[in-house]
């Protein structure tokens, strides 16, 4: 069976990794594979302290691939021959002020609530363990079980487990989905050539629902959330800086900083509802600083390397879309929004399943491609 996956991001390529493993020929059409939101995300691995009200039925999918990480991590090491920044690390959580404490606390309770392990800690017990850390921190949350992963190394190991699995590249845009007797056939290149295929799989981040030739009621609901995250240099020479991601609330807006092992320090990351922009603002640069000075005061004395935009593919949910569609010979691997990176062990694992045997795996069930459209269907007239 010859499969066609359009986007060649981490949840592309993982899918096209995984595809091939089962005996499939697999092309990846995308001009630049390895890029999109890779290229900005920070690779927080945050099922727990990412948690939010309302999203139980996710973070039991959150949950599954984060335990599937570390062999994971070790299997795409040895197919490429190239780590991928994987690193159980640690999140720490902090509140500056009251306001964000009872947050947290709320927070604290509901991941109780749930079974999920993370431990409050005082102001002065979080500085003991980040003692670059502000003074004035209330108290936070210590959660053990969230880790990172470097989305820049953990495309190009894909990239190269791709290649070596025999899966092939078209380097160009996907322009139109061919459909033949409401049977998905291929894909048409920008260059007027057609792909054909067996099976489609619409893996393009926030493009996904902009794809011709999709029928409007197959077409996955996907819009662009844009991000805007920083890049710093921690001088080899210093004292460590920071030992674990940490995050917190500032004046309502979210910001975290990852300390890789390389000695590259992440800041993010804005959520702006601008459509297609990808534009680094001055103003959203100077929030990231701004926030990430009254948490860790000594950021503002280390170099600032690089400044990014990307967008995430955000659903009405704010969960994934997965697997067949309405449209026979189409299915999806989209809208992961903040949690691609995360997700992408158990996507690959599901989307490999769909394709081989027509069904999602139970965990991924939930998160089927056709539930929007399915829920159209089923309102009355």
């Known amino acids: 069976m010859h499969v066609v996956i359009i986007g060649g991001g981490v949840i592309g390529l993982v899918t096209a990794w995984r595809a091939a493993q089962r005996g499939l020929r697999t092309t990846v059409v995308d001009p630049a594979p390895g890029g999109g939101a890779a290229q900005v995300a920070a690779g927080m691995l945050a099922a727990v302290s990412e948690l939010h009200y309302g999203e139980e039925t996710l973070l039991s999918l959150n949950l599954a691939s984060a335990q599937r990480y570390p062999a994971f991590a070790a299997e795409l090491t040895e197919a490429s021959g190239q780590e991928v920044g994987y690193r159980a690390c640690g999140t720490l959580a902090v509140a500056l002020d009251a306001d964000d404490r009872a947050h947290l606390r709320e927070l604290h309770a509901l991941q109780r609530r749930c079974g999920l392990d993370s431990q409050w800690l005082s102001g002065r017990e979080c500085r003991r363990l ?61 260059d007027g050539s057609e792909l054909a295929a067996d099976q489609v799989v619409l893996a ?32 080899r020479a210093s004292a460590p800086f920071l030992s674990r991601t940490v995050r917190a609330v500032v004046r309502g807006g979210h910001v975290y900083l990852v300390p890789r092992a ?102 991924a069930r939930p998160f089927t491609a056709r539930r929007f459209s399915d829920a159209l269907q089923e309102q009355p007239a």
């Open 262 to 363: 390389s000695g590259e320090l992440v800041v993010g990351a804005t959520s702006e509802e601008l459509g297609w922009d990808t534009t680094v603002t001055a103003g959203g640069v100077y929030e990231l600083l701004r926030d990430a000075h009254e948490l860790v005061p000594g950021i503002t004395e280390l170099p600032l390397v690089e400044t990014r935009a990307g967008l995430r593919p955000g659903s009405p949910d704010n969960a994934p879309l997965l697997g067949p569609t309405a449209l026979p010979g189409l299915q999806v691997a989209t809208g992961h929004y903040r949690n691609g990176i995360l997700l992408a062990p158990v996507t690959g694992d599901a989307l490999a399943q769909s394709l081989t045997t027509g069904e999602l795996p139970e965990e």
């Open 130 to 190: 980040e003692p670059m850390l502000a003074p004035g921190v209330r108290g936070g949350l210590r959660v053990d079980g969230d880790h990172q992963a470097d989305p820049r190394r953990l495309a190009t190991a894909l990239l190269t487990a791709c290649e070596r699995a025999g899966v092939v590249f078209r380097h160009g845009w996907a322009q139109r989905l061919s459909v033949v007797r409401d049977r998905a056939t291929g894909v048409v290149l920008a």
């Open 204 to 235: 393009a981040g926030s493009d996904s629902g902009r794809l011709d030739g999709v029928p409007a009621e197959v077409l996955p609901p996907v819009r662009p959330v844009k991000g805007q995250v920083l890049r710093l240099r921690i001088p």
